[in-house]
Each structure stands twice: as C-alpha cells, then as structure tokens.
C-alpha cells in the first residue's frame, strides 16, 4: 500500500524558513517522479514544485522560484520542500504527491501538512 | 487566477449526467496531457482521470475523460451525492515548465 506521510508543518514569520519532509513508502521511491502541491485556506490546489527519479531535473512555479528548493533522497525514500523567506501567502496544506503531472497524473497523494506563516 | 478555465460550480440530480469543461492554450492543454482530480471534503484529493481519458485502477467507468485541442472535459455518469465536492483539471504549462491546475468547480448533487 502506498504511504506518504508529510511532517515539518508549522508557524513560522515572515522571512522565516521551515523544511517539510514526506517519508514514502509502498512503491518503487526511486523510480518515481515526486511533486509538492499546496492549498491555501478557501483557494484551489497549486502546483509547487516537482522532481524526476533521480533528482536530476527540477521544476518550480513561479511564486516559490529562488526561495524553495525540492530535493529527494532515495535511500531514505524521503523527499523534501526547504522553503526560505516565507511570506504569509505561503500559508496552506502542502501535499507530498507521488507522480508528475505532465504524464501519468498525480496518482497518490499524502494529508498533508499545514504551513501557517504569521507573526 | 489559473491559466485553466473551469466553471466555479455545476450541479445536477443524482442519478444524472454532468460534465465540467477546463480550457486552456497551446501552451498547456494543446500539446500536454490533461488530468482530473476529486477533492471531497476532508480528505486528500484523488486521481480520477489521467493522460487525458485513461482511469487509474479502482476508478468507475462512470468518470470519463476527453481532450479535444486545448480543451479537456470531464464526464461524471449516474451522480451519487457521494461525488460532492471539488474537481481540478491539471496539465504542464510548457512556457513556465511547470504545473497548472484549473481554478476547481464545485459540484453540487441536488
């Protein structure tokens, strides 16, 4: 059974800084594409940022480019949101998500985990 | 505001048919593939429809999937007031490498 469980949500200010983790499990981790997606309070869902297999090619939308970085690491089955220089619109429930959108879909999401950026 | 056009709510009767339309450009739907995604109240969203018309295991033929240029549609059949809730269209936008989702709509089962 495919498992993805996000932990590393919290309060941060602005300008704070705070990493999300989601540790996967239940399926071939390092040979999946993996995706970060958000929802702010009362918005639709926002595509953030998506990663192949490997790492080896990374993508971001342009309201987190330069300030969050996706990585992974595969021995762990772990991947990771490091987000910088929050602002308060950043504020949401980030979603780990196995799979890419442009092929294939976003086949199994996780619960997420809630980011609240306030001071 | 989205770069994929859905309409914010559609409703019908249970038991009947409804379909929500997502339009996009050449950028995004007109030379990607097009996925459909349900997001029912509490719980995470779910995969109905991917690569344009092809359903996961587990999904009902009663979802559908279409793409005709650069728009897409979803089909739902025999509406159970079980499917309340969000649906998002999502595909590449290939002028920002990057991920879009429709704005969602909101289906209402009478």
């Known amino acids: 059974e495919v498992e993805l469980l996000e932990s590393g949500g919290g309060l941060a200010q602005p300008g704070g800084s705070l990493r999300l983790s989601c540790a996967a499990s239940g399926f071939p981790f390092d040979s999946s594409s993996m995706t970060w997606v958000r929802q702010a309070p009362g918005k639709g869902l926002e595509w953030v940022s998506s990663l192949t297999f490997n790492g080896g090619s990374t993508h971001y939308a342009d309201s987190v480019k330069g300030r969050f970085t996706i990585s992974r690491d595969n021995s762990k089955t772990t991947l990771y949101l490091q987000m910088n220089r929050l602002r308060a619109d950043d504020t949401a429930l980030y979603y780990c998500?196995?799979?890419?959108?442009?092929?294939?879909?976003?086949?199994?999401w996780g619960q997420g985990t809630l980011v609240t950026v306030s001071s | 505001q989205s770069v994929l056009t859905q309409p914010p709510s559609v409703s019908a009767a249970p038991g009947q048919r409804v379909t929500i339309s997502c339009s996009g450009s050449?950028?995004?739907?007109?030379?990607?593939?097009v996925s459909w995604y349900q997001h029912l109240p509490g719980t995470a969203p779910k995969l109905l429809i991917y690569?344009?018309?092809k359903r996961p295991s587990g999904i009902p033929d009663r979802f559908s999937g279409s793409k005709s240029g650069t728009s897409a549609t979803l089909g739902i059949t025999g509406l159970q007031t079980g499917d309340e809730g969000d649906y998002y269209c999502g595909t590449w936008q290939s002028t920002l490498s990057a991920g879009v989702f429709g704005g969602g709509t909101k289906l209402t089962v009478l």
């Open positions: 998500v196995k799979g890419g959108i442009y092929s294939s879909g976003l086949d199994y």
């Open positions: 050449s950028s995004n739907i007109g030379n990607n593939y």
């Open positions: 690569d344009n018309d």
